[in-house]
């Protein structure tokens, strides 16, 4: 427990203390912000605040744990499929700075980095955490075998998480106090299951929990800096591999709640558009529908991160009376 905590505090402290230099250090090289030209017209006073905050908050989770941890296989490779997560977006975020665009990497490249991804998190988790290549239902006591499929599955829940997180990365401070909270549930799965694997697991999560909240010190509104992809991405990543260490996959859409939301409002959107030439929400996600609406950036924060607290708190009781 106290290793726990203290991972989390170091996190939260080394976001506190990086934040101010690394934010001078990218408004000095101009990494500023691009700005869709469709968005809402509020936005494009925001271009130019500077990106790559996701950077503070993996040195943030890296450093107490590589310290504190154990080096339990299960824990490592999650920070691994973080990184590596993490790193497609920073090419993202480089990409659209050069290119001085709101367009990156494009989506056949990320696409296949993150099958190379999925691959690699698959073959971790049967070779060396020696995960069953079930899909476990918890919500009723069943499982399926997925045999083959099982890759296919880990690939889904990656793409899925971190296009959810991304596109709920649209307003300051939403994905990243949305993202504690489903990292905090996790923390809290993990501790109770116990065992000293998943207690590094814990120790992970906690260290997830406490850099998202020393990075929203500086990302509430209004924003000094934003996550961009290498944040979003890297904590979709994480938030991924947990489901998939965890073998809660099928529960990741209860306590991902709000990132599955997000997603299907655009999903939502483009198909209605495509299919009958109406829009179904003034502007997606669905966070820019509140906007178009006028509410402001903090009430649409406030109550997406209740939405967020209470489908994380639904899944995590799930799961505790799945396990007990």
Same mark, same amino acid.
């Given at each position: ?33 691009? =700005? ?14 500077? $990106?790559? @905050? ?14 504190? $941890? ?13 990184? #590596?997560? #993490? ?5 993202? !975020? ?14 056949? $490249? ?9 691959? @690699? ?23 399926? !075998? ?22 709920? !990365?649209?307003?300051?401070?939403? #994905?990243?106090?949305?993202? *504690? ?5 996790? $923390? ?5 299951t ?5 207690? !590094?697991?814990?120790l992970?999560?906690?260290?997830? /929990? ?17 996550? %961009? ?7 979709g990543? *994480?938030? *991924? ?14 306590? %991902? ?6 997603a299907?409002? /655009? ?5 209605s ?10 502007? #997606? ?24 607290? =209470?489908c ?8 505790? *009376?799945?396990?007990?």
């Amino acid at each position: 427990m106290g290793e726990v905590l203290i991972g989390g505090m170091g996190s939260l402290l080394i976001g506190l203390f990086l934040g101010p230099k690394f934010i001078e250090w990218l408004r000095t090289r101009e990494f500023g912000q691009q =700005i869709r030209e469709e968005g809402p017209a509020g936005h494009h006073e925001k271009a130019g605040t500077p $990106t790559m @905050g996701g950077i503070v908050i993996f040195v943030a989770v890296t450093v107490p744990f590589l310290i504190l $941890t154990e080096y339990r296989a299960i824990s490592l490779v999650v920070l691994a499929v973080a990184l #590596a997560s #993490a790193a497609l977006g920073f090419a993202d !975020d480089w990409a659209k700075i050069q290119k001085r665009r709101s367009l990156g990497v494009s989506g056949r $490249t990320k696409l296949a980095v993150q099958a190379l991804i999925a691959v @690699g998190l698959w073959l971790a988790a049967t070779q060396y955490v020696e995960l069953p290549e079930v899909l476990r239902l918890r919500v009723i006591d069943a499982s399926i !075998d997925l045999g083959y499929l099982y890759p296919v599955m880990i690939l889904l829940v990656l793409m899925g998480t971190t296009n959810g997180v991304n596109l709920t !990365d649209g307003l300051d401070g939403l #994905a990243a106090g949305a993202s *504690a909270i489903v990292l905090f549930a996790f $923390t809290a799965m993990t501790f109770i299951t116990g065992g000293p694997a998943q207690l !590094d697991l814990a120790l992970l999560c906690a260290c997830f /929990v406490g850099a998202c909240i020393g990075f929203l010190w500086f990302n509430s509104f209004p924003a000094s800096v934003f996550m %961009g992809d290498t944040g979003s991405l890297g904590l979709g990543g *994480a938030i *991924a591999a947990l489901a998939v260490m965890t073998q809660t996959e099928v529960l990741l859409l209860i306590i %991902g709640g709000i990132f599955v939301i997000e997603a299907l409002s /655009v999903l939502i959107q483009v198909f209605s558009f495509q299919r009958f030439r109406r829009r179904v929400f003034l502007m #997606a996600p669905l966070h820019h529908h509140f906007e178009m609406l006028g509410w402001s950036e903090t009430k649409i924060m406030l109550r997406f991160w209740i939405i967020a607290a =209470i489908c994380s708190a639904i899944g995590f009781t799930v799961y505790q *009376a799945s396990i007990s």
